[in-house]
């Protein structure tokens, strides 16, 4: 087994740990994308405001998701 081999199979271990977050439809993406550019817009579109969007598909693990 070669070494790329080896480390894809070490994040998969390391994933098969973390729960799968369902995303969201292509229709309530849609909808989050005007709101999040309307806010953008009236410069009220601030790290808070992100995190309540996005908050929910950051995992906790260190490791990148690509």
């Known amino acids: ?3 790329f081999e080896k480390e ?3 994040m998969s271990q390391e994933m098969g740990d ?3 977050v369902a995303l969201p ?3 309530e993406q849609r909808s989050i994308a005007q709101e ?4 953008e817009a009236q410069g009220k579109l ?3 405001v992100l995190e309540q969007y996005f908050g929910k598909f950051h995992t906790k693990a260190n490791s990148p998701i690509h």
């Not at 999040?36 to 806010?39: A, E, G, Q, R, S």
């Open 8 to 10: 894809l199979e070490q």
């Open 18 to 20: 973390e729960p799968e």
């Open 46 to 48: 601030t790290p808070e």
């Open 25 to 27: 439809s292509l229709e």
């Open 36 to 39: 999040l550019k309307k806010l």
């Open 1 to 3: 087994m070669s070494d």
